[in-house]
């Protein structure tokens, strides 16, 4: 073989040399000037011509000013081999400032689109981290900055994506256009790829929120989180991460990656299903877990009251104005929601209230509270439960949890027909369910949106209607057929003069309002009820045992029930008066709804938590209170 000629390995060396970038051409620049400058002045020197007999060092300062500025070389005088040497370094100057200009002008456009890309490290502390990208970020992100608001230094939170950081930037401005004092920083990269994480500073992170992606979102989450647990450069104190799974046989290998971390992950699909199961039977109660929920009203707190060691629970319930007791959290750790009113509150325990904020948790001091007894109602005793009948229009993975838990709350000989274009449903349902206690089910195969079909199913002569969305579409898709099943709903049960409840789950919260026309009694917005609970989780871990608590239909839950129960309609009541009548059931008050704002999206939909406790308001026999009781 041929061994390769000097001009060729020099244009090897130099191809080398010039691929290094920026930095490395700007010093070949520097090393070229210095190389042409000294040359001359040495040449002008060693021939005799340098003027005034200036020395070297002079010399070179001479032709650095004239390779700066061309225009400086129109002031020379001398021999005529000096006039030379100037015009060779000018021209040399030329070159070398114009190579620069064009090194630097490239190498800040280089550096700009790196930034774009969003690939530089982000060096903040104490920051929630959210890793993916879906539709539910814009609500997080909304309740991380309501909960950022009472911190006076601001807050960050950084997102770390597979998609342009441009792109990113951009949706949540025109979704979420006010981030108050919360900083957003977004940065592309794989949440699963362990050099990406590194970018997103996951080891100074407060918490750590995973959203599902992709067609396997169980999978996504999995490799997100053993990333974060499993990374050789972790830090040594445990991560909090929040997230959800849908497959309940994913439950188990999620904390088990995360032994030595909090990882918190939501039962989606588990969870959803319970609000509908329980929403379907008591219309509003999804707004009541909203409310729970979200940052923007009030919210769950901790707080230890050595005031109260020794008081009874019941006793208790009165001890606040403007914070409502749910519950005792005891000194080993455990939940009691609502419990017995004679259970006592021992040194130890904190107790968990209802509040606009923390500062505003304060006993009332009252030394007599003004309770009107002439307006306490006795009546209202459980009436025997009667067998009901169910319709599900629409299928996704909740239903069959949807029906196990129905199975729970409805009578003996209760029945539930399932109606979907899904192949071959039947026999997954009853594979899914198995043996019933309370209901049989009966599955029809159709389009749940055509008039036709829904004349025929009689669906006024149901007590409940469920629509669920299709999650296998996309969420405007899903959410259209909704919409069209709803209207047509509507239009049968005003034509026959035959209300019955209809509860809706919907995939986009923006599509609600529209929704609204078909004067729905309930909408469940399953991926929005779920982002606020891993926001929630997300600032306050401690939260994770109370709403299990809430959710499981073993034990206390929450109910609406008629206020005319509690206290006497028509007149003005407080509501410590509505808490004792509740407390004499066994039951803790939550506060109440009143049906004359129940389609005003202004005033919560009429949903009033944690009122204050002296203001009087006069209910009527349509409005319900709002109560923590055992099922």
């Known amino acids: 073989m041929k061994s390769p000629t000097i001009k060729k390995r020099f244009q090897y060396w130099f191809d080398n040399y010039m691929s290094r970038g920026t930095g490395a051409l700007i010093t070949a620049l520097f090393m070229l000037s210095g190389l042409i400058i000294f040359t001359v002045a040495a040449l002008v020197k060693i021939t005799g011509n340098a003027p005034d007999d200036m020395s070297l060092l002079q010399l070179a300062w001479m032709a650095l000013l004239r390779t700066l500025d061309s225009g400086t070389m129109g002031g020379d005088t001398g021999s005529f081999f000096f006039l030379f040497m100037m015009l060779v370094v000018t021209f040399g100057g030329i070159f070398v400032v114009s190579a620069l200009i064009g090194i630097i002008n490239n190498g800040l456009e280089d550096k700009f689109d790196e930034l774009r890309k969003g690939r530089s490290a982000v060096l903040e502390n104490d920051h929630t981290l959210i890793l993916g990208w879906t539709p539910q970020i814009f609500t997080v992100i909304s309740e991380l900055v309501l909960a950022n608001e009472s911190r006076k230094s601001g807050a960050v939170i950084v997102i ?14 025109e979704r979420v256009p006010d981030t108050k004092n919360t900083r957003v920083i977004c940065r592309s990269g794989s949440p699963n790829d362990l050099t990406d994480l590194e970018i997103a500073s996951p080891h100074t992170a407060r918490s750590i929120i995973v959203l599902p992606e992709g067609a396997d979102p169980d999978t996504h989450v999995i490799k997100s989180v053993l990333a974060l647990t499993n990374n050789p450069n972790r830090r040594a104190e445990p991560y909090h991460i929040v997230t959800q799974i849908h497959d309940p046989r994913n439950l188990d290998v999620v904390k088990m990656i995360g032994t030595k971390d909090l990882v918190q992950p939501i039962l989606a699909n588990d969870l959803i299903a319970r609000v509908v199961a329980q929403t379907s039977r008591q219309s509003g109660l999804s707004l009541v877990y909203t409310e729970l929920m979200n940052f923007g009203g009030d919210e769950i707190y901790f707080k230890q009251e050595p005031a109260l060691s020794g008081k009874t629970f019941g006793d ?12 005792i959290r005891k000194a080993d750790g455990s939940i009691a929601l609502s419990p017995s009113m004679d259970t ?33 109602q006795i009546s209202g005793k459980a009436s025997r439960p009667k067998p009901e009948r169910a319709l599900i229009l629409g299928w996704n993975r909740s239903g069959s949890t949807i029906i196990r838990e129905l199975d729970n709350y409805v009578a003996k000989g209760s029945q539930i027909t399932v109606v979907s274009d899904i192949v071959n449903l039947e026999k997954n349902i009853r594979l899914d369910n198995g043996k ?6 009966a599955v029809r195969e159709g389009n749940i949106h055509d008039r036709a079909l829904l004349e025929k199913l009689g669906a006024s002569e149901y007590d409940h209607v469920i629509v669920l969305a299709y999650s296998h579409l996309g969420q405007q898709e899903a959410d259209a057929i909704t919409l069209i099943t709803l209207l047509h709903l509507r239009d049968i049960a005003e034509r026959d003069e035959t209300p019955f409840s209809i509860i809706s ?12 026309a078909a004067k729905v009694d309930d909408f469940i917005v399953s991926e929005h009820l779920i982002s606020l609970m891993m926001a929630q989780l997300s600032e306050n871990a401690e939260l994770m045992d109370v709403f299990t608590d809430i959710f499981d239909p073993e034990g206390a839950e929450i109910y609406l029930k008629p206020i005319s129960d509690y206290v006497a309609t028509g007149q003005p009541v407080n509501f410590y008066t509505v808490t004792e009548a509740a407390r004499r059931r066994s039951e803790t008050a939550l506060g109440y709804r009143l049906m004359s704002e129940s389609h005003d999206s202004e005033k919560a939909y009429g949903v009033h938590t944690n009122p204050k406790k002296s203001e009087k308001v006069s209910f009527t026999s349509e409005d319900k209170v709002i109560v923590i009781a055992e099922g």
Request: glycine share 6%; net charge negative; proline share 1%.
């Open 160 to 173: 770390l994506a597979d998609h342009d950081k441009v792109g990113m930037e951009d949706a949540i401005h």
């Open 316 to 327: 208790a319930l009165h001890a606040y104005e403007t914070s409502t007791l749910m519950g």
């Open 344 to 376: 006592r509150i021992q040194s130890g325990d904190q107790v968990f209230v209802l509040s606009a904020d923390e500062d505003k948790i304060n006993l009332s001091g009252l030394s007599r509270i003004p309770l009107d007894e002439s307006l306490i």
């Open 436 to 441: 019933l206690k309370n209901q049989k089910i």
């Open 505 to 516: 789950e919907m995939l986009d919260l923006r599509n609600r309002e529209l929704a609204e």
